[in-house]
């Protein structure tokens, strides 16, 4: 029986996908709590340093399903699950079942750290390797065994590296030398979570794009890739829940 | 032999692609001239309307696909080709072939006023029909017969619609409804080509695209769609070329 709780952050839209693969779709968004990093320019630290820990509510896949049911009624037909880490959840197949059976599309990012059996059962896998400027170390050996495993079963998945300075501009021509085969999204950082002025905070975020597409332009590694920003952050600023 | 000559309004790149399904994709653009359509907001019009005759060429394809070379060196393997309305060439197969022999991926938009066999071809194709705000109006069965050729080849396209305004929506809507298994796009219209300030034009912009967001958040008909916002206009204001 499907009774498993999980940490759950927040549930909320129906709104944009603001970045990557499926960006611009009309999602909801469920936020699991927990994290097995802990990145410098975390822009969701609330969900694993303790100072979201009020916000944390246990709930079931059925409890889930009707709050994004009572939030969103008609209106959608894709769920974005997102943290944290949910890939740390390993029951989330049975939101996921639920919102199949519901005839919900599902998407889901996780950094790659490790492997759940459900990874294919989502319809659009972003695998968001971590780079330099994070302070974290990407383990390649596993991030080669959910690659492959995803490639084997065809899935649609893609590769995301964020990015903020030069290293991190090499750390995403590793990932794609290293697999070439699967489609990169390069994505400018927000390098200042902190701001609260969107008039100044969206010049920065632009030329923080700008000098990106720039970077990837002249670069004969990244060749067929994708550059956004986080269109999210440049229409409502740092704001949580929308 | 592939000895035809195109007219070519424009080669540039490489840069990102702005819009639609492969929004961020680092291409190089062939634009073509000349269009069936003379949608009222067209923001290509010189390559129809006469005011850009001056600078339209006669190229083969080995012609254009050496200039992509000189000009994107070793920098790209992908190229959009853009009008005007490229399906009026029935020959341009010789180009994708020989960009496709070189290992170049090619994407194309089109209303979707006529068929090509070529669009077979095509690796990333968007049918693009027009909304009442435009002043065109589009034949129903052309454009049946288009998305049920390429289903049927299970080939890789999209509807896209621009929006200007709410009847723009209602249409958006009628083309769901009516290919609701087809990957759906929305996309703010531009309603000034003309402003030449480009913060007053970026917060114009912005505007449109938020009223669309939620104009299609509210909506039960559009659930699974994608909103987007052209985003070289955002970066780069009504500007040719880039
Ligand atoms: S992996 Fe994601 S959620 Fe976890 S610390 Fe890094 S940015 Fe934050
Ligand atoms: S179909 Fe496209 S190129 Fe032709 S007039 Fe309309 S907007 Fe312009």
Redesign the pocket.
Known sequence: MASNRFPIMEIFGPTIQGEGMVIGQKTMFVRTAG?D???SW????F??DGTGKQDIRMLMASEIFQELSRIGGESFSHVTLS???PALLPQLNELIDLLHENGIAVALET?GSLWRDWFLQIDELTLSP?PPS?G?QTDWDILDELVSRLSDHNRCFCLKVVVFDDADIRFAEEVHRRYPEVSMFLQAGNNDIMETDSTVLLKRLMKCYEWLVQSVMASTVLRSVRVLPQLHTWLWGNKRGV
């Open positions: 994290c990093y802990s990145c975390c822009d969701s630290a969900t694993w943290g944290g880490n950094q971590k994070s974290m």
